[in-house]
C-alpha cells in the first residue's frame, strides 16, 4: 500500500527545487536590460564562487545588487506565506484562513502606515522596523484575547483576530483620509505589496525566521495532521494539543510578520498556493509544507518578475498580478481535482 | 485492569460523574447505559484522560492513570469517537497509520513495523481493500471500521467505543457488532462501549453499568440490570421487558404513552 515516506518528501522537494531555480534564473534575466542566460550563469558562478573582477560590470550590478535580491526575498515571502497559510488552515479548521486572517498585517500595516507618515519611513530601515514592532503588538493582544480558560479555541482565536483586525483596518483607514498626496502612494503600493525596496540585507533579516519557523512546524508535521481530525483525536494519540497550537500560531505568525514588514501586503499568496499544494499532494503536512513553500517561492518570484516587467518601465503592484493569475490557476486545479486525486 | 475509586468529575459547577466506584476486569464486554445527560461519554473520556476527575482515582493495572503520560496511555487504551471529520479528507490507510503515533513519538515518518500493525488491524476490520480510497468517499458504516482500525493500529488492551451504532442500519449494526465481538473474544481485548440501544447492550455485553444524573444507577448483568422497573426508574417512561426468544438475554420493547399495556 502507498504510503508517504522520506524518500517521497525528498524526491518532490528535489524537483519542486529545481523548479524554483528554473524560474530564478528567468527572473535574473529579464528585465528592461536582457541578459543571456549563459552570462546568468557566468554571473553568479564568479560570485558565489568569490572570483575577482570581469568586463561586464553593469550586467553584473543589475543581477547582484538589483534582480538577485528582490528575486530571493519574493522566493523566500512566497515560501513564507504559504507555509503560514496552510499552519493557519489546520490551526484554526478553515479552508479560508490564510496568513492575514489574525489581523498580523493590519497591524504591521498600521506600523508602516505611521512611519511613512511620521517621516522615518526610510524604506529600507524605519519602515520594516515600524510595521513589524506593529505586527508583533498584534500577535500579543490577539493571543491574550484568543485563549479561554488558558486554552486557545480555534473559535475565539478566529473571532479575536478578526476583530482585531477590523478595528485596526479603521485606523488604516484613518490614516489614510488625512494623508497627502505623496505619501498615500507609497502607502497604497505598500498595501498592495512591493518588492522594489528589497536588498541583500532584506534577505538576512527574513531568513532566521522563515528557517527557525520551518523548523519548528516541521518538527511537527505529523502531528498537524491529527489536529486536522479534531483536537480531542489529537490528544488521544498523545499529542500535547495546547503546546501544539502555541508553537503553530506564534511561528506562523511571525513568519507572516516577517514577510509583510519586508513587503507590504501581498495577497492570495497564503491562500491558494496551500491548496493548490494539498490538491497535487493531499493534506499530510509533512509533504504539504515542503511543497507549498517551493511552490510557492516559485509561484512569487514568477508573479514578481512579471510585476516588474509586463508593463515595463511602468512597475505594477505584485498583489495585482498574484491575485490575476492565481485565481485562474486555483479555478483550473480545482476543477481537475477528481482527476488528481488518485495520483 | 482498571480499578476507579470514588471518581467524581464536574465541568464547571455540577457534578457530572459522582463518586464512581468499579472495576473492569481483563477481556470484559462492558456496556454503559443510561439517559441523555447521564455522563456516559465523560465516563469514557475519563477513563482515556481525555477528562481529568477533580476527586478519586483510576488505577491502570495499578499505576494510576494521572501519572502516566498521553502516549503511555494511549498505547494501553484506544477510544473510537462517534464521529470525526477532518477539514481536509486523508487516505484511509493515512487514518489508519494515525494510530502509530503513541509509538512514534518525534519521529515524522512510519516504519516497517508500524506498516504491519496497520495491515494486521485491517485485515482484522475487513477494509484492507478500501486501504486507498478517500475518508469522504466512504459510508458510514465502512469509516466505523477505519476508526477501529486505528484504534486496533494503537495495539491497545481495552478499546472504548462511543455509541458505536448510532446511524447504522441494521445489517450494518450487526456486522459491526459482531466485528467487536470478535475482538473481544479471538482477541482477548476489553470492551467499554456507551450505547443508546439497550437491546444491543442486553444482547452483546457480558455487564452492563446503568448511570443516572452521574451516579450509578445499577450494575451487574443484563438480566440483573435490564428489568422493567429499573428502566422505568431511570429512564422514565414506560416498558414492556421480555425474553429474547433466541437468546433468552432481557428485550425491551417501547410502549406508548398513554397506554397502560404493561398492566401496572
Given at each position: 500500500m502507498n504510503i508517504l515516506t522520506l524518500k517521497k518528501v525528498l524526491t518532490v522537494s528535489l524537483v519542486l527545487t529545481f523548479f524554483v531555480i528554473l524560474v530564478l534564473l528567468f527572473s535574473l534575466m529579464v528585465g528592461s536590460v536582457r541578459v543571456s542566460p549563459g552570462r546568468t550563469i557566468q554571473v553568479l558562478y564568479q560570485f558565489f564562487l568569490g572570483h575577482g573582477e570581469t568586463e561586464m560590470e553593469m550586467e553584473r550590478t543589475i543581477i547582484l545588487s538589483l534582480r538577485l535580491p528582490r528575486a530571493l526575498l519574493a522566493g523566500m515571502v512566497g515560501a513564507g506565506l504559504s507555509v503560514s497559510g496552510a499552519i493557519?488552515?489546520?490551526?484554526?479548521?478553515?479552508?479560508?484562513?490564510?496568513?492575514y486572517i489574525l489581523g498580523v498585517s493590519s497591524g504591521s500595516a498600521v506600523g508602516a502606515i505611521l512611519a511613512i507618515l511620521l517621516g522615518f519611513g526610510s524604506l529600507?530601515?524605519?519602515?520594516?522596523?515600524?510595521?513589524?514592532?506593529?505586527?508583533?503588538?498584534?500577535?500579543?493582544?490577539?493571543?491574550?484575547?484568543?485563549?479561554?480558560?488558558?486554552?486557545?479555541?480555534?473559535?475565539?482565536?478566529?473571532?479575536?483576530?478578526?476583530?482585531?483586525?477590523?478595528?485596526?483596518?479603521?485606523?488604516?483607514?484613518?490614516?489614510?483620509?488625512?494623508?497627502?498626496?505623496?505619501?498615500?502612494?507609497?502607502?497604497?503600493?505598500?498595501?498592495?505589496?512591493?518588492?522594489?525596496?528589497?536588498?541583500?540585507?532584506?534577505?538576512?533579516?527574513?531568513?532566521?525566521?522563515?528557517?527557525?519557523?520551518?523548523?519548528?512546524?516541521?518538527r511537527r508535521s505529523r502531528h498537524l495532521n491529527l489536529i486536522l481530525s479534531g483536537e480531542e483525536n489529537a490528544h488521544q494519540l498523545g499529542v500535547d494539543v495546547e503546546r501544539l497550537k502555541i508553537l503553530s500560531y506564534l511561528c506562523a505568525s511571525l513568519i507572516t510578520a516577517a514577510s509583510v514588514s519586508l513587503c507590504g501586503l501581498i495577497g492570495f499568496v497564503g491562500l491558494i498556493i496551500p491548496h493548490s499544494a494539498r490538491l497535487l499532494f493531499g493534506p499530510d503536512h509533512r509533504l504539504l509544507l515542503p511543497a507549498a513553500s517551493l511552490i510557492g517561492a516559485s509561484f512569487l518570484i514568477?508573479?514578481?518578475?512579471?510585476?516588474?516587467?509586463?508593463?515595463?518601465?511602468?512597475?505594477?503592484?505584485?498583489?495585482?498580478?498574484?491575485?490575476?493569475?492565481?485565481?485562474?490557476f486555483f479555478i483550473y486545479l480545482l476543477r481537475k481535482r477528481k482527476g488528481v486525486k488518485t495520483l | 485492569m482498571i480499578d476507579l475509586r470514588s471518581l467524581s468529575f464536574r465541568y464547571r459547577q455540577e457534578w457530572v460523574l459522582k463518586e464512581i466506584s468499579l472495576r473492569i476486569e481483563k477481556g470484559e464486554f462492558i456496556g454503559v447505559i443510561g439517559p441523555n445527560g447521564s455522563g456516559k461519554s465523560t465516563f469514557l473520556k475519563i477513563l482515556c484522560r481525555?477528562?481529568?476527575?477533580?476527586?478519586?482515582?483510576?488505577?491502570?493495572?495499578?499505576?494510576?492513570?494521572?501519572?502516566?503520560?498521553?502516549?503511555?496511555?494511549?498505547?494501553?487504551?484506544?477510544?473510537?469517537?462517534?464521529?470525526?471529520?477532518?477539514?481536509?479528507?486523508?487516505?484511509?490507510?493515512?487514518?489508519?497509520?494515525?494510530?502509530?503515533s503513541p509509538y512514534l513519538g518525534h519521529l515524522l515518518f512510519e516504519g516497517s513495523k508500524d506498516l504491519e500493525m496497520v495491515k494486521r488491524a485491517m485485515d482484522w476490520t475487513g477494509i484492507l481493500s478500501i486501504g486507498e480510497r478517500y475518508m469522504d468517499e466512504l459510508s458510514g458504516g465502512e469509516r466505523k471500521r477505519v476508526f477501529i482500525a486505528r484504534a486496533l493500529a494503537q495495539e491497545p488492551e481495552i478499546i472504548l467505543l462511543d455509541e458505536p451504532t448510532a446511524n447504522l442500519d441494521i445489517h450494518h449494526q450487526v456486522d459491526f457488532l459482531h466485528l467487536i465481538v470478535s475482538l473481544n473474544r479471538d482477541r482477548g481485548l476489553t470492551i467499554v462501549m456507551a450505547s443508546h440501544d439497550l437491546n444491543i447492550a442486553s444482547e452483546y455485553c457480558d455487564r452492563l453499568i446503568l448511570l443516572q444524573e452521574g451516579r450509578i444507577y445499577k450494575m451487574g448483568s443484563p438480566r440483573d440490570v435490564i428489568t422493567r422497573e429499573t428502566i422505568e426508574a431511570v429512564y422514565g417512561c414506560r416498558v414492556w421487558v421480555d425474553e429474547n426468544p433466541i437468546s433468552g438475554m432481557p428485550r425491551i420493547t417501547l410502549l406508548k404513552r398513554g397506554r397502560e399495556g404493561s398492566g401496572a
Open positions: 493557519f488552515q489546520a490551526l484554526l479548521r478553515n479552508p479560508l484562513a490564510d496568513p529600507s530601515f524605519g519602515l520594516p522596523f515600524a510595521s513589524f514592532v506593529g505586527a508583533l503588538l498584534t500577535i500579543g493582544v490577539v493571543f491574550y484575547f484568543g485563549k479561554q480558560e488558558g486554552r486557545m479555541h480555534p473559535n475565539i482565536l478566529l473571532l479575536a483576530g478578526v476583530i482585531t483586525g477590523s478595528f485596526l483596518s479603521a485606523i488604516i483607514m484613518f490614516f489614510l483620509s488625512i494623508s497627502q498626496k505623496e505619501e498615500l502612494h507609497t502607502i497604497l503600493f505598500w498595501l498592495m505589496g512591493d518588492f522594489s525596496f528589497a536588498n541583500p540585507q532584506s534577505v538576512l533579516i527574513i531568513l532566521p525566521y522563515l528557517a527557525g519557523g520551518f523548523g519548528v512546524l516541521y514568477l508573479c514578481d518578475t512579471l510585476a516588474r516587467t509586463l508593463l515595463s518601465p511602468v512597475e505594477l503592484p505584485v498583489g495585482v498580478i498574484t491575485a490575476a493569475f492565481g485565481g485562474p | 481525555l477528562l481529568s476527575p477533580q476527586e478519586g482515582d483510576i488505577l491502570l493495572d495499578t499505576v494510576p492513570l494521572k501519572e502516566m503520560t498521553q502516549r503511555e496511555i494511549a498505547k494501553k487504551i484506544a477510544i473510537v469517537p462517534q464521529e470525526a471529520y477532518s477539514l481536509f479528507p486523508f487516505r484511509v490507510i493515512e487514518i489508519v497509520l494515525m494510530g502509530r
